[in-house]
């Protein structure tokens, strides 16, 4: 019986190590400063390109606000 669960017991021993240095990776990562100073973007802090803004995010009208300006368009023509 110990040789029929030895590959499972090697297997999860294996998959545990590898689980352990995901996770020390995972939290010595930095987190990037975004929306930091009331950006909405990442700002570069180093190099030739110091302070310029990258990744602005915008965000596109909702269709229902659209569908309701259309709608007041009609009303104001008298449709």
Do not use: C, W
């Not at 990776?25 to 110091?50: A, F, P, W």
């Amino acid at each position: 019986m110990i040789e029929r669960l030895k590959d499972l017991i090697a297997n999860n021993f294996i998959a545990k190590k590898i689980q352990e240095k995901n996770n020390i990776l995972l939290r010595s990562r930095k987190e990037v400063d975004i929306n930091g100073n009331g950006t909405s973007g990442y700002t570069i802090k180093e190099g030739e390109h110091k302070g310029t803004v990258l990744g602005h995010i915008k965000k596109d009208s909702s269709p229902l606000i659209d569908k309701k300006k259309e709608e007041e368009k009609y009303n104001e023509l008298g449709y």
